[in-house]
Protein backbone atom coordinates (compact mmCIF):
# COMPACT_ATOMS: atom_id res chain seq x y z
CA UNK A 1 0.00 0.00 0.00
CA UNK A 2 1.45 3.56 -1.22
CA UNK A 3 -0.10 6.62 0.66
CA UNK A 4 -2.03 7.34 -2.71
CA UNK A 5 -4.15 4.82 -1.90
CA UNK A 6 -5.35 6.59 1.26
CA UNK A 7 -7.33 8.49 -1.42
CA UNK A 8 -10.78 6.87 -1.27
CA UNK A 9 -14.14 7.75 -0.24
CA UNK A 10 -14.40 4.77 2.29
CA UNK A 11 -12.02 6.16 3.80
CA UNK A 12 -12.90 8.08 7.14
CA UNK A 13 -10.23 9.69 9.67
CA UNK A 14 -11.90 12.24 12.22
CA UNK A 15 -10.35 13.97 15.16
CA UNK A 16 -11.61 15.80 18.24
CA UNK A 17 -10.85 17.80 20.96
CA UNK A 18 -10.73 20.69 23.72
CA UNK A 19 -11.91 23.15 20.74
CA UNK A 20 -15.46 21.64 21.23
CA UNK A 21 -14.69 20.80 17.46
CA UNK A 22 -14.53 17.50 15.40
CA UNK A 23 -12.95 17.32 11.92
CA UNK A 24 -13.27 15.33 8.83
CA UNK A 25 -9.91 15.14 6.57
CA UNK A 26 -8.99 13.99 3.34
CA UNK A 27 -6.32 11.60 4.27
CA UNK A 28 -3.67 11.56 1.58
CA UNK A 29 -4.00 15.58 1.45
CA UNK A 30 -4.45 16.99 4.81
CA UNK A 31 -7.17 18.45 4.01
CA UNK A 32 -9.72 19.24 6.19
CA UNK A 33 -13.38 18.31 4.72
CA UNK A 34 -15.67 19.08 7.22
CA UNK A 35 -15.90 20.45 10.62
CA UNK A 36 -18.71 19.42 12.79
CA UNK A 37 -19.77 21.63 15.43
CA UNK A 38 -19.80 19.83 19.28
CA UNK A 39 -20.18 23.27 21.35
CA UNK A 40 -21.28 21.82 24.82
CA UNK A 41 -17.97 20.11 26.16
CA UNK A 42 -14.82 18.93 25.02
CA UNK A 43 -14.51 15.56 23.07
CA UNK A 44 -13.50 12.67 24.79
CA UNK A 45 -13.78 9.67 22.53
CA UNK A 46 -14.56 9.41 18.82
CA UNK A 47 -16.19 6.02 16.92
CA UNK A 48 -17.14 5.69 13.29
CA UNK A 49 -20.02 3.55 13.00
CA UNK A 50 -19.50 -0.35 10.85
CA UNK A 51 -21.17 1.26 7.82
CA UNK A 52 -19.51 4.26 8.18
CA UNK A 53 -22.70 6.57 8.30
CA UNK A 54 -22.35 7.88 11.70
CA UNK A 55 -19.80 9.26 14.37
CA UNK A 56 -20.08 8.94 17.94
CA UNK A 57 -18.64 11.56 19.90
CA UNK A 58 -18.10 10.74 23.59
CA UNK A 59 -18.54 13.89 26.09
CA UNK A 60 -19.08 15.57 29.48
CA UNK A 61 -22.99 13.37 30.10
CA UNK A 62 -23.76 12.78 26.44
CA UNK A 63 -22.89 11.04 23.47
CA UNK A 64 -23.61 12.68 20.26
CA UNK A 65 -24.20 11.13 16.88
CA UNK A 66 -23.10 12.85 13.72
CA UNK A 67 -24.55 11.93 10.10
CA UNK A 68 -21.69 11.38 7.80
CA UNK A 69 -23.61 10.76 4.62
CA UNK A 70 -25.20 14.33 5.13
CA UNK A 71 -24.07 18.38 5.27
CA UNK A 72 -25.53 18.38 8.43
CA UNK A 73 -22.89 20.12 10.84
CA UNK A 74 -24.78 19.52 13.92
CA UNK A 75 -25.20 16.06 15.77
CA UNK A 76 -28.94 14.53 14.58
CA UNK A 77 -29.43 12.26 18.13
CA UNK A 78 -28.04 12.88 21.73
CA UNK A 79 -27.71 10.05 23.91
CA UNK A 80 -27.96 11.67 27.40
CA UNK A 81 -28.41 9.77 30.85
CA UNK A 82 -24.75 9.80 32.23
CA UNK A 83 -24.02 12.49 35.56
CA UNK A 84 -20.01 12.58 34.55
CA UNK A 85 -17.71 12.41 31.18
CA UNK A 86 -17.93 9.65 28.91
CA UNK A 87 -14.82 8.52 28.44
CA UNK A 88 -15.31 5.45 25.71
CA UNK A 89 -17.79 4.72 23.12
CA UNK A 90 -17.80 1.35 20.63
CA UNK A 91 -20.12 -0.43 18.42
CA UNK A 92 -21.31 -4.18 17.88
CA UNK A 93 -20.41 -5.28 14.58
CA UNK A 94 -23.55 -5.19 13.16
CA UNK A 95 -24.39 -1.91 14.81
CA UNK A 96 -27.71 -2.70 16.36
CA UNK A 97 -26.22 -1.34 19.88
CA UNK A 98 -23.23 0.98 21.25
CA UNK A 99 -20.95 0.72 24.14
CA UNK A 100 -19.70 3.10 26.37
CA UNK A 101 -17.84 3.33 29.70
CA UNK A 102 -17.72 6.56 32.33
CA UNK A 103 -16.51 8.55 35.13
CA UNK A 104 -19.79 7.50 36.64
CA UNK A 105 -18.32 4.39 36.78
CA UNK A 106 -21.13 2.97 34.61
CA UNK A 107 -21.10 0.74 31.62
CA UNK A 108 -23.96 0.67 29.36
CA UNK A 109 -25.40 -0.64 25.94
CA UNK A 110 -27.41 1.48 24.09
CA UNK A 111 -29.77 0.51 21.91
CA UNK A 112 -29.40 2.03 18.83
CA UNK A 113 -32.57 0.74 16.94
CA UNK A 114 -35.05 2.98 19.50
CA UNK A 115 -33.17 6.16 19.46
CA UNK A 116 -34.59 6.94 22.21
CA UNK A 117 -32.04 6.78 25.17
CA UNK A 118 -32.64 3.01 25.63
CA UNK A 119 -29.81 1.30 27.90
CA UNK A 120 -30.75 -2.25 28.48
CA UNK A 121 -28.01 -2.99 30.33
CA UNK A 122 -25.70 -1.34 32.47
CA UNK A 123 -22.78 -2.08 34.60
CA UNK A 124 -21.52 -0.34 37.30
CA UNK A 125 -18.01 -0.74 39.03
CA UNK A 126 -15.98 0.88 41.89
CA UNK A 127 -14.49 3.91 40.36
CA UNK A 128 -13.90 5.93 37.12
CA UNK A 129 -14.17 3.98 33.63
CA UNK A 130 -11.44 4.75 31.86
CA UNK A 131 -11.82 2.29 29.05
CA UNK A 132 -14.31 -0.30 27.26
CA UNK A 133 -13.44 -2.85 24.64
CA UNK A 134 -15.60 -5.39 23.10
CA UNK A 135 -14.53 -9.18 22.32
CA UNK A 136 -14.84 -10.00 18.54
CA UNK A 137 -17.24 -12.43 19.53
CA UNK A 138 -19.78 -9.62 20.56
CA UNK A 139 -20.90 -10.72 23.74
CA UNK A 140 -18.30 -9.86 26.27
CA UNK A 141 -16.95 -6.70 27.57
CA UNK A 142 -13.55 -5.89 28.92
CA UNK A 143 -14.03 -2.85 31.52
CA UNK A 144 -10.83 -1.04 32.81
CA UNK A 145 -11.05 1.83 35.57
CA UNK A 146 -8.97 3.99 37.46
CA UNK A 147 -8.71 1.52 40.36
CA UNK A 148 -6.62 -0.57 38.48
CA UNK A 149 -8.43 -3.29 37.81
CA UNK A 150 -10.16 -5.01 34.39
CA UNK A 151 -13.76 -6.88 34.66
CA UNK A 152 -14.48 -9.14 31.86
CA UNK A 153 -18.21 -8.67 31.54
CA UNK A 154 -20.62 -10.95 30.34
CA UNK A 155 -23.45 -9.75 28.41
CA UNK A 156 -25.25 -12.95 28.09
CA UNK A 157 -25.39 -13.49 32.03
CA UNK A 158 -24.36 -10.21 33.52
CA UNK A 159 -21.63 -11.73 35.10
CA UNK A 160 -17.94 -10.69 35.83
CA UNK A 161 -14.60 -11.21 36.64
CA UNK A 162 -12.02 -9.32 37.86
CA UNK A 163 -8.92 -9.05 36.88
CA UNK A 164 -5.88 -6.74 38.76
CA UNK A 165 -2.91 -6.50 36.34
CA UNK A 166 -0.56 -4.13 39.01
CA UNK A 167 -1.66 -3.10 42.59
CA UNK A 168 -1.38 1.21 42.92
CA UNK A 169 -1.78 1.74 38.80
CA UNK A 170 -4.66 3.11 36.54
CA UNK A 171 -6.18 1.27 33.62
CA UNK A 172 -5.82 3.27 30.90
CA UNK A 173 -6.49 1.27 27.67
CA UNK A 174 -7.87 -2.17 26.78
CA UNK A 175 -7.39 -3.37 23.59
CA UNK A 176 -8.67 -7.47 22.19
CA UNK A 177 -6.93 -8.41 19.03
CA UNK A 178 -8.79 -8.87 15.97
CA UNK A 179 -8.00 -12.70 16.17
CA UNK A 180 -9.48 -13.11 19.62
CA UNK A 181 -6.25 -14.62 20.64
CA UNK A 182 -4.46 -11.74 22.91
CA UNK A 183 -5.90 -8.92 25.48
CA UNK A 184 -3.17 -5.50 25.80
CA UNK A 185 -3.57 -3.15 28.62
CA UNK A 186 -1.92 -0.11 29.83
CA UNK A 187 -1.42 1.59 32.65
CA UNK A 188 -0.38 5.17 34.02
CA UNK A 189 3.51 3.42 35.04
CA UNK A 190 3.96 3.22 31.45
CA UNK A 191 3.85 -0.73 31.36
CA UNK A 192 1.69 -3.45 29.27
CA UNK A 193 0.14 -6.61 30.09
CA UNK A 194 -0.66 -9.23 27.98
CA UNK A 195 -3.10 -12.23 28.51
CA UNK A 196 -3.73 -14.95 26.14
CA UNK A 197 -7.54 -15.32 25.36
CA UNK A 198 -8.69 -18.91 25.61
CA UNK A 199 -12.50 -19.53 24.48
CA UNK A 200 -13.65 -22.84 24.76
CA UNK A 201 -16.93 -24.46 23.79
CA UNK A 202 -19.81 -22.47 23.13
CA UNK A 203 -21.43 -19.84 25.78
CA UNK A 204 -18.38 -20.89 27.99
CA UNK A 205 -16.77 -17.50 29.55
CA UNK A 206 -13.33 -17.08 27.88
CA UNK A 207 -10.41 -17.50 30.23
CA UNK A 208 -7.34 -14.76 30.36
CA UNK A 209 -3.93 -16.27 30.71
CA UNK A 210 -1.00 -14.08 31.78
CA UNK A 211 1.67 -13.65 29.23
CA UNK A 212 3.82 -10.88 29.38
CA UNK A 213 4.35 -7.46 31.07
CA UNK A 214 7.20 -5.34 29.75
CA UNK A 215 7.83 -1.38 30.26
CA UNK A 216 6.24 -0.36 26.96
CA UNK A 217 7.06 3.81 28.20
CA UNK A 218 9.25 6.30 30.55
CA UNK A 219 5.37 8.03 31.21
CA UNK A 220 2.03 7.29 31.30
CA UNK A 221 1.54 4.47 28.62
CA UNK A 222 -2.05 6.23 27.08
CA UNK A 223 -2.99 3.92 24.11
CA UNK A 224 -2.76 0.66 23.01
CA UNK A 225 -3.94 -0.41 19.58
CA UNK A 226 -3.41 -3.53 17.78
CA UNK A 227 -3.07 -3.87 13.62
CA UNK A 228 -6.18 -5.37 11.54
CA UNK A 229 -3.83 -8.56 11.12
CA UNK A 230 -2.98 -8.53 15.28
CA UNK A 231 0.84 -8.75 14.00
CA UNK A 232 1.26 -5.31 15.67
CA UNK A 233 0.59 -3.93 18.59
CA UNK A 234 1.15 0.61 19.03
CA UNK A 235 1.48 1.92 22.50
CA UNK A 236 1.06 5.97 22.97
CA UNK A 237 2.32 7.85 25.30
CA UNK A 238 2.85 11.41 27.74
CA UNK A 239 6.97 10.13 27.24
CA UNK A 240 5.88 12.00 23.84
CA UNK A 241 6.72 8.88 22.09
CA UNK A 242 4.24 5.94 19.72
CA UNK A 243 6.45 2.48 20.14
CA UNK A 244 5.32 -0.53 17.27
CA UNK A 245 6.22 -4.06 19.21
CA UNK A 246 6.19 -7.29 17.00
CA UNK A 247 3.44 -9.60 18.48
CA UNK A 248 5.16 -12.91 16.91
CA UNK A 249 8.08 -11.87 18.60
CA UNK A 250 7.28 -11.83 22.08
CA UNK A 251 6.62 -8.21 21.60
CA UNK A 252 9.98 -6.98 20.83
CA UNK A 253 10.29 -3.45 19.61
CA UNK A 254 9.85 -2.95 15.78
CA UNK A 255 9.96 0.88 15.83
CA UNK A 256 9.88 3.70 17.76
CA UNK A 257 8.23 6.90 17.08
CA UNK A 258 9.08 10.58 18.03
CA UNK A 259 7.32 13.38 18.29
CA UNK A 260 9.09 16.36 16.06
CA UNK A 261 8.12 18.62 19.45
CA UNK A 262 9.82 17.35 22.48
CA UNK A 263 6.48 18.38 24.54
CA UNK A 264 3.36 16.75 22.91
CA UNK A 265 1.52 13.53 24.35
CA UNK A 266 0.40 11.02 22.07
CA UNK A 267 -3.11 10.80 22.84
CA UNK A 268 -5.02 8.68 20.59
CA UNK A 269 -3.87 6.20 17.77
CA UNK A 270 -5.37 3.66 14.46
CA UNK A 271 -3.48 1.71 12.07
CA UNK A 272 -4.36 1.37 8.20
CA UNK A 273 -6.13 -1.69 7.41
CA UNK A 274 -2.55 -3.15 5.93
CA UNK A 275 -1.13 -2.22 8.85
CA UNK A 276 1.99 -0.16 6.51
CA UNK A 277 0.72 3.40 8.38
CA UNK A 278 0.05 4.87 11.44
CA UNK A 279 -2.25 8.21 12.59
CA UNK A 280 -1.38 9.35 16.17
CA UNK A 281 -3.28 12.26 17.60
CA UNK A 282 -1.19 14.67 19.78
CA UNK A 283 -1.22 17.67 21.94
CA UNK A 284 1.28 19.72 23.89
CA UNK A 285 1.66 17.77 27.16
CA UNK A 286 -2.01 17.67 29.22
CA UNK A 287 -3.04 21.47 28.93
CA UNK A 288 -6.24 22.17 27.16
CA UNK A 289 -4.91 25.02 25.69
CA UNK A 290 -2.50 24.01 23.32
CA UNK A 291 -2.86 23.77 19.43
CA UNK A 292 -3.33 19.87 18.30
CA UNK A 293 -2.47 17.91 15.12
CA UNK A 294 -2.69 14.37 14.02
CA UNK A 295 -0.12 13.06 12.09
CA UNK A 296 0.27 10.08 9.53
CA UNK A 297 3.36 7.74 10.33
CA UNK A 298 4.95 5.26 7.04
CA UNK A 299 5.61 2.81 9.87
CA UNK A 300 8.32 0.79 6.84
CA UNK A 301 10.47 4.34 6.73
CA UNK A 302 9.45 5.85 10.20
CA UNK A 303 8.88 8.93 8.57
CA UNK A 304 6.01 11.84 8.76
CA UNK A 305 4.10 11.47 5.42
CA UNK A 306 1.45 13.98 6.73
CA UNK A 307 0.31 16.43 9.15
CA UNK A 308 -3.30 17.32 10.27
CA UNK A 309 -3.26 20.61 11.39
CA UNK A 310 -6.34 23.08 12.45
CA UNK A 311 -7.33 22.44 15.77
CA UNK A 312 -6.93 25.39 18.03
CA UNK A 313 -6.55 23.11 21.44
CA UNK A 314 -5.69 19.49 22.10
CA UNK A 315 -6.46 16.38 20.26
CA UNK A 316 -7.39 14.14 22.75
CA UNK A 317 -9.19 11.31 20.48
CA UNK A 318 -9.10 9.98 16.89
CA UNK A 319 -11.02 7.85 14.97
CA UNK A 320 -10.30 5.62 11.95
CA UNK A 321 -12.33 3.78 9.19
CA UNK A 322 -10.34 1.89 6.05
CA UNK A 323 -11.64 -0.56 4.19
CA UNK A 324 -8.44 -0.72 1.41
Not at 51 to 66: G, N, T, V
Not at 133 to 154: C, K, S, T
Not at 229 to 236: N, Q
Amino acid sequence: MTIDNLESDNIILATGGYDHTIKLWQTHTGICTRTLQHAESQVNALEITPDRQHLAAASYQHIYMYDLASNNHNAIVNYEGTSKNVTCVGFQEDGKWMYSGGEDSRARIWDLRSRNNQCPKIFEVQSPINCVALHPNQVELFVGDQNGIIYRWDLRTDNNEQLIPENDAVILDVEISPDSKLMASVNNKGRCYIWSLVTGMVDTPTKMVPKQKFEAHTRHTLKCKFSADSSLLATTSADTTTRIWRVDENFGLLREIKQPESQRWVWDAAFSADGQYLFTGESLSITPSSSGFARLWNLESGAMEREYAGHQKAITALAFRDTS
